[in-house]
Each structure stands twice: as C-alpha cells, then as structure tokens.
C-alpha cells in the first residue's frame, strides 16, 4: 500500500468519513497562501494525489498573498455557491468569520478525534466561543535564525537568549564591519510587523487589554515597540525592515546580508536550499529571545487552518479534502517547510532527519506560543497598531504617543 494511499485512509478515519464513498465528476474551489509554509508546489502535489485517489474529483486551487486573503474569503460569502469551498485562514479570524456566518461549524465532523495528539496551539486557530471551524493545518511560530559563520568570525560564542543580548550581539558584528546591518525584520505596514510585535510583547511580559481597555501603551507592549524602535536608530536593524514582508527577510538573510533574522518555519528550509541561497550550511535556528527575569523564550501564534465555507455545496467533499490534507501521513511527507500538527511526528526521523535544530526550537516556542488579541474586530485593531507603530519606527511619534494614539482609537472600536 502506498503511502499517500495510507494518507487518505488516516484522514478519513481521523474525521469519521469513512462511509464517504468517492465523488464522481465534481469540481472544488480552494483558496491558498502564496507565502510562506507550504510552497505552491508542495499544495499542488498533495492535490494531485487527492484526486488520483478520488477519480472524478477536480479541485481548483487558487494562490494569493496573505495581504489579499481575508478579503477574499469574505467577498466568496458574498458569492454563494459560486465561491470557494474550502478556504485557508488565519488564527485571528474565527472570531470574525463565527460571528459573521463565513465558515461552517465543523464540530460534529471531528467528535470521533482525540484532539489530545494535535498541539493546543494548533486548535486555538479553529475554536471560537466552544465551536470548531476548521481543521489546523499550518503550526508556526516565529524563530530566531542566525548565521553561525559570522557570529563564530565576531567572536559570539552561542546565539543570543534574550532581546538584550541580541542588540549587544548585534553591535559587536556591526563594530567588526562584519554585516552592515546586523538584524533584518519584516515591518512593513501589514500583518507581518503585528506578528513581530507580539512576540517582543510577549517576551516583555506585556498584555493588550486590560478588562475592555486598550493596554498598548504601556507595560510590555510599550517596552516592545521601544526596543524595535531603538534597534533602528541604533543602525542595528536594517531601515528597510520597514518596508519588508517575511519573504524580504529570507531573501536578504539568504544573501548573507544579516547576522539575525526573525521568520517563520519554512525560511530553514527555503535558506539551506542551494538554489535560493548563499548561506547553506551556515544557518542556526533557536527559538525567538525572552527577556531576563520576564521570559525564557518567546513566540507568536501564526498558525492557519483549513475550514469550508458556508456558502459551499459540497461540504462533505471539501471536508474529505482538509481530512486528507491534514492527515498526519501527508503532512509528515511534506515537514521541509512547515511542520505538522501532530505530536507524535516531532520524534518521527522521517520528519526531523536534516532539521533537527529546528524541531528542538520548535519543541520549545510551539508551547509558548502567544495570540494575538482575540477579538472580532481584529482587522480594524491591527489596522490601527499597523499605523501606530510604523509611526513609531519612522520617527513621527514617539514609542509612547504613538501607542497613546493607538490604545486611544483601538478604544472606540470595542
């Protein structure tokens, strides 16, 4: 028996679809993330074998930025039958898409699991007010990498673990004219600057809320954005990280152009690939830094899932689907650039062999994994911050009157 052929009979006895005969000359719609985790190749592979094992099937997939994905789904509730049946999404809409009707409530469909062998981070993607929307499919977090060559040619015995620690590291390779920017980010005004936030937020001990009330501007969250603004003025960070999307990051780290980086899962893979990189074999990976007497180690949750929508005539297909997908087999076959949900895959050397630094940094942040604000106008909230700490970064306010500005505008929105 192959294993892809053992792959749908776990998904589909994992979801309790075994009594789900094949479909036969049906179409679905699928929408994916041109970014990040798995690579479009790796989705299209995994859907080709989909369909092999159900003749008859046809499944459209459709890749676009994360920038343009939330519009998407949301415009696809609009279209009724006649937009996507599955969709990927990310761990801070279920508030939105339960309260506004987007996704099905799927929980029946998974009573037969026992959620204890997926990561709780995983499920904190699909749960919402005691339902499940989907199935978890994309666990990350954000790492620290760093190129072990020139910490070893600056003298830096081990990577840094705490934020303080990388700054001064950070001067001592900028002092050495080793790089002339030692750490890259990805802040431009998007998603991606809230998720490096909330992980410094996290380290710095920090809350969003206090009861209904905006806290960004002060405590942890305050400290947060002082310490990324700082790393600016200091010449440590590159200026351009303003600018950057994560692939930016990976690209510039894979030049050799960075000592420091943070980034999700897949830029491991994606910067020890010969033919995207300069700095293979010289790649270092721990989990991202705490704060002393705060935190050991700190993280964000960026984990996404698979749900199908509400407006979908297929539901019981599409459901096959995301079973197969999510299905450990498969998702064990393809570990490169995302690694799986499942516990029990991180002792599997089918999944560790060549990554190994990456699944113990991973053993660490995955259970320390912090949300961001679960509520359910989360895109206005980060809209908002997005602003605010772009405001910061640049100059035009200070760390504190820009989060006053923030918590201020956050407020009446609540």
């Known amino acids: 028996m192959s294993g892809i052929h053992k792959a749908v009979l776990a998904g589909v006895a994992m979801t309790a679809l075994a009594g789900l005969s094949p479909a036969g000359a049906e179409t679905l719609n699928a929408l994916f993330m041109a970014q990040a985790a798995y690579s ?32 998407k789904i949301v415009a696809s509730k609009a279209a009724g039958g006649a937009g996507y049946d599955v969709v990927l999404y990310d761990v801070i809409w279920p508030a939105a898409f339960a309260q506004n009707g987007v996704l099905l409530d799927v929980t029946d469909r998974l009573k037969d699991l026992d959620r204890s062998k997926v990561f709780d981070g995983a499920w904190a993607t699909v749960n919402y007010d005691g339902k499940t929307y989907g199935m978890p499919w994309i666990l990350d977090t954000k790492y620290l990498f760093y190129n072990t060559e020139i910490l070893q040619k600056a003298g830096i015995a081990e990577p840094p673990k705490t934020w303080d620690e990388l700054a ?12 002339q920017y030692p750490i890259v980010w990805s802040w431009s005004q998007a998603e991606a600057v809230i998720c490096d936030y909330v992980t410094l937020t996290a380290a710095y001990g920090g809350t969003f809320f206090d009861g209904d009330k905006p806290a960004f501007d002060k405590g942890g969250s305050l400290d947060a954005v002082t310490y990324m603004a700082d790393s600016l003025k200091n010449g440590l960070s590159n200026p351009n990280s303003k600018e950057y999307l994560e692939e930016d990051v990976r690209k510039v780290f894979s030049a050799g152009d960075a000592a420091f980086a943070l980034n999700w899962t897949y830029m491991y893979a994606k910067a020890n690939d010969p033919a995207e990189s300069k700095v293979v074999g010289k790649v270092g990976v721990v989990p991202a830094p705490g704060v002393e007497g705060k935190s050991k180690a700190s993280g964000v949750n960026g984990s996404m899932a698979l749900g199908i929508t509400a407006g979908s005539s297929k539901p019981d297909l599409a459901w096959k689907y995301i079973a197969y997908l999510t299905s450990k087999p498969v998702q064990d076959q393809y570990a490169k650039l995302s690694l799986p949900i499942w516990k029990a895959s991180y002792t599997d050397p089918a999944v560790t062999k060549g990554q190994e630094a990456l699944v113990k940094a991973a053993d660490v942040s ?15 909230l980060s809209t908002i911050l997005q602003a605010q700490i772009q405001n910061a970064l640049a100059g035009k306010a200070s760390p504190a009157d820009a989060l006053a500005e923030a918590a201020k505008q956050a407020a009446r929105i609540r």
């Open 366 to 380: 995955i259970g320390l994994m912090t949300p961001r604000p679960t509520v359910a106008s989360y895109q206005e």
């Open 168 to 179: 001064k590291d950070a001067k001592i390779i900028k002092d050495k004219g080793l790089v």
């Open 40 to 71: 479009d190749a790796d989705v299209k592979a995994m859907t080709a074998a989909f369909e092999k094992e159900n003749p008859g099937v046809t499944v459209n997939a459709e890749f676009v930025p994360y920038e343009a994905l939330y519009d």
